[in-house]
């Protein structure tokens, strides 16, 4: 994922993270490795279930408080936030990093004004002066785009609308120039509109203030428009990474296949049928043996279901990491098979592979 | 499925009367205020004056955001609300002001799909007995034998296997229990299905399930399907025709290809040009988009509804309310100065042709 020589700004090794419950152990997260250049934006794909928020609220520590057990190494800037202390983690935390979550309305404080809740952002984490505070806050509602800063910093979350809610929100998580912004699905409240308003806004303050960016959701329209890299997540691991527009023009992974092929499109042509992944993502305390996504993989080999795949190189394009058994040649071929319009059953017998055992 | 002479084939109308008309349909409400002495204040007024013809066998599309008054527009027509002005028909058939044993009986022809699957289902009930409510309501098949065999057949008709008759909601992963909303609402074969966000909830794997069963039973039963989502990519896939919805009025409806390929109506475009597409190829190239928030529909801005955020507005926006007409296009819009070819292009809509 990196482009050689910049260190990143973030470093993800091999990051585990288990919840143990009454049912058994959800093995939420399972040894996943990524880096965030600075400046950059990572794209996180993936759907309910896929582990992608638990990694990101982890490397804040916010999975501390519910008993997830961790393994693995977050560097940030040198420093591990899986053993750095409470106190030196709460410092780095809306200062250095600061989050955005889906849901802007439970992620203010209904009964104080928006500029309270800003001013008690920057004062966190600077020793500054109350009004000096307010000042800032008021320029931060502006860089955010909210008309009228200094009539709006005095009102409730409940007086704004939510497009205007998810911006207070980016003003608070700015409030101390972040180095590094996880957005977690910072558009899935929002309506189409709002949502555009929302990213050109991120894209903006990214080109200004020079932050990197994680950006976590199920949307492959947001992570093309925002992600300069991607990571698709399936069942707590990553299991394909690329740069964004190698990954849309050429996926290895069955999996990403089967998101791309069954989102109906606004460009192109309007397809005769959506291709949708068959079944259902499994349990994350009971996963299936060898590759997670074998039962659901049109493509599976009997022996798929034995042997865990691990996530490397794609031969000749050292950019592009995929977790799958099957043989590169075998891949680009299906793809090619899949792009001119072929069912996942054409596109095996096109490759000459055997029909999937289940 | 095929067997069964009893569901409609997709017939086009002999007389082209429309399965479903609205003229004038309107719903106001009111704001109160006050506990003991309630006084109505104001009103919002959520879907307000909307004219809308539904034909037979064709689906189609309602888009609009949050408050554009879509899902009261179906509740109107399921008649779960009253209107506060405007007739609907049904067949030729005045069904606004239907009470009682007829409204039931005329309920048999049309059904809901809701957007969530998981507070639509009684978690306290079989998913048997939920599908087969359907037949208890309306006193149908009462042999208990015939009920299930008929219950265990819609279950295989949308891909559910019958030998969960017994299971409870619960067990079902979400895009399964769609499945059985889906089951539910075509137990009586009606003539109408209205499915308010049906994918929304799900997660992008299923929701390509859940959209091609849709297409599917619509085409194998004859239903005409109104579809209401505020995803343009979905609507575009789905439906035959679109009506845009903009504080509780249409401001443009067309079939799919003119209306996505020459959007005509300044907030269709601003629509179009705000979906993300998945091609990074794409990025980075210029996108107009839509400022400011849609206004309060208890107090919508006069003239043109949109005047307030439109790139386009002139003074005569704000005195002159637009009628939804024919603008040498395909589609009808409510415009007084509708969009081009080249401003089409210059907001960036992906599907513009």
């Known amino acids: 994922m990196s482009a050689g020589g910049e260190p990143p700004l973030l470093r993800v090794e091999d990051l585990r993270v288990e919840f143990p419950t009454e049912d058994g152990v959800v093995h939420a997260v399972d040894g996943i490795t990524y880096q965030v250049l600075p400046g950059r934006t990572l794209g996180i794909v993936g759907e309910s279930g896929s582990g992608k928020t638990v990694s990101s609220l982890t490397t804040l520590g916010l999975t501390r408080r519910q008993g997830a057990r961790v393994w693995g190494r977050i560097l940030f800037e040198g420093q591990d936030l899986v053993t750095l202390p409470e106190d030196r983690l709460r410092a780095i935390r809306g200062n250095d990093i600061a989050m955005i979550f889906q849901d802007p309305l439970s992620s203010l404080h209904p009964l104080y004004r928006v500029g309270a809740q800003l001013i008690e952002a920057v004062r966190a984490h600077r020793d500054v002066s109350k009004s000096r505070a307010r000042e800032r806050a008021i320029e931060l509602l502006g860089l955010v785009g909210i008309p009228d800063p200094a009539r709006r910093v005095d009102e409730y979350p409940h007086e704004f609308s939510g497009g205007m809610r998810q911006r207070a929100m980016i003003a608070m998580a700015l409030a101390n120039e972040p180095k590094l912004l996880i957005a977690d699905e910072p558009t899935t409240a929002l309506d189409v509109t709002v949502q555009a308003q929302i990213l050109a806004l991120m894209e903006r303050l990214q080109r200004e203030l020079g932050m990197a960016i994680v950006i976590i959701t199920h949307d492959l329209g947001v992570v093309a428009e925002m992600a300069d890299d991607i990571a698709v997540m399936y069942a707590g691991r990553i299991v394909e990474t690329a740069p964004a527009a190698r990954l849309f023009a050429a996926p290895e992974h069955p999996y990403t296949w089967g998101l791309l092929k069954s989102i109906p499109r606004l460009d192109g042509e309007r397809a005769e049928d959506l291709v949708p992944i068959p079944g259902t993502p499994p349990s994350l305390i009971a996963r299936p043996p060898g590759c997670h996504f074998h039962p659901r993989c049109p493509y599976a080999q009997p022996d798929h279901a034995r042997i865990d795949p691990a996530l490397e190189p794609v031969p000749d394009e050292p950019s592009q990491h995929v977790a799958c058994l099957l043989q590169a040649d075998v891949r680009r071929r299906l793809w090619r098979q899949l792009q001119a319009g072929d069912t996942p059953e054409q596109a095996l017998s096109a490759a000459g592979l055997p029909g999937a055992p289940v | ?353």
Do not use: W
């Open chain 2, 1 to 353: 499925m095929s067997a069964d002479a009893s569901h409609h084939p997709p017939s086009p109308d002999p007389q082209g009367q429309p399965l479903v008309r609205a003229r004038g349909l309107t719903k106001h409400f009111p704001i109160t205020r006050g506990i003991v002495v309630r006084r109505a204040i104001g009103a919002v007024k959520a879907v307000d004056g909307i004219d809308l013809e539904i034909h037979r066998g064709e689906t189609l599309g309602i888009v609009g955001e949050t408050g554009c008054g879509k899902s009261t527009t179906a509740r109107l027509l399921m008649r779960l609300l009253d209107a506060s002005a405007g007739e609907i028909s049904f067949e030729g058939r005045d069904i606004t002001r239907l009470t009682g044993a007829p409204l039931k009986a005329m309920r048999r022809e049309m059904q809901m799909i809701f957007q969530d699957p998981h507070s639509s289902l009684n978690p306290r009930k079989t998913i048997g007995s939920i599908i087969g409510e359907p037949f208890a309501i309306h006193g149908l098949l009462p042999d208990k034998a015939e009920r299930r065999r008929e219950v265990q057949r819609l279950m295989e008709t949308v891909g559910l296997n019958p030998e969960h008759y017994n299971r409870y909601p619960h067990e079902f992963s979400g895009g399964q229990r769609q499945r059985i909303g889906v089951a539910r609402a075509i137990a009586l074969n009606p003539k109408l299905l209205i499915a308010d966000e049906p994918v929304s909830a799900l997660d992008v794997s299923i929701q390509a399930q859940v959209l091609n069963l849709l297409r599917d039973l619509q085409r194998r039963l004859g239903l005409t399907l109104v579809f209401i989502a505020h995803d343009l990519s979905v609507v575009r896939h789905m439906c035959d025709r679109v009506a845009v919805m903009y504080l509780g009025k249409i401001v443009e409806i067309g079939e799919n290809e003119p209306l996505y390929e020459f959007p005509r109506h300044p907030y269709t475009g601003a629509l179009l040009a705000a979906v993300p597409v998945a091609d990074p190829s794409l990025h980075g190239s210029e996108r107009r988009l839509l400022g400011g928030d849609v206004p309060s529909p208890a107090n919508p801005p006069s003239g043109c509804r949109f005047h307030t955020r439109c790139p386009k507005a002139e003074p005569l926006c704000a005195a002159q309310e637009p009628q939804l007409e024919r603008k040498g296009s395909d589609t009808l819009a409510a415009c007084h100065f509708p969009l081009e070819r080249e401003e089409v292009a210059q907001m960036g809509v992906r599907s513009a042709r």
